[in-house]
């Protein structure tokens, strides 16, 4: 099983990026997908996440109205756009897939929001 973060770079605030998640091992839409966060000198974070059942979907406070996740089933992707960046959004971002006890996470991508 392998996710693949990627996406992450330098953006002023008020830009945007988007994130990707690629799957290998596992079928996305089999488990809970979704991106966390650790700021330096923070713990990690949600950020936001897409249930297997039901395709519910869950944004953390700080990124509501901003983040969107989307997953494409046939390309194994899950994706975070990003809009409206603030500097507080600066942070490695990870995606992980859980279905019960198993858990996955990605590498991590960097995201940096500054002037």
């Known amino acids: 099983v392998q996710l693949q973060a990627s996406g992450g770079g330098l953006v002023q605030p008020g830009g945007s990026l988007r994130l990707t998640c690629a799957t290998s091992g596992v079928t996305p839409d089999h488990y809970a997908t979704g991106w966390f966060r650790q700021a330096p000198g923070k713990e990690r974070e949600g950020v936001s996440c897409?249930?297997?059942?039901?395709?519910?979907?869950f944004y953390a406070d700080s990124v509501k109205g901003r983040f969107t996740i989307t997953r494409d089933n046939a390309k194994k992707t899950v994706y975070l756009q990003m809009d409206s960046l603030k500097p507080e959004d600066t942070a490695i971002y990870y995606c992980?897939?859980?279905?019960?006890?198993?858990?996955?996470w990605g590498q991590g991508t960097l995201v940096t929001v500054s002037s």
């Open positions: 992980n897939a859980q279905r019960g006890n198993l858990l996955y």
């Open positions: 897409i249930t297997n059942d039901d395709g519910m979907i």
